[in-house]
């Protein structure tokens, strides 16, 4: 079984439901080979209802419009969308857009 790491910052920590995470949450999530970042997600908000509510829609599958995620320092849409393939020890972090004026 292959391992990605999921980094999320700021108050997207409060999604999954753990105290006093802070800033910052790492979890390693289990993949089997060829799994697509939106497989992975659907898993992540079938697991956190609070994630599914504001991250990723399951019913929609679809990611928030105030979420970015960078897949290995990548932005996740310049690589292949959610349909990315997964692998060993790939990396994924969950960034909250900013906006402002």
Known sequence: ?????????????DTLDVK???D???LEQEIK???TV???LMRVAAAYPRFSQTVFD??????????RIFYNDCQLE??????????DHDALIFVPVIAGG
């Open 1 to 13: 079984m292959s391992k990605v790491r999921l980094e999320f910052l700021s108050w997207l920590t």
């Open 20 to 22: 006093g995470a802070g």
């Open 24 to 26: 910052g949450l790492i």
């Open 33 to 35: 080979d060829g799994n």
């Open 38 to 40: 939106k497989e992975l």
């Open 58 to 67: 399951i019913k929609s599958q679809k990611l928030s419009s105030g979420v």
């Open 78 to 87: 310049l690589v292949n969308g959610l349909e990315t393939k997964l692998n």
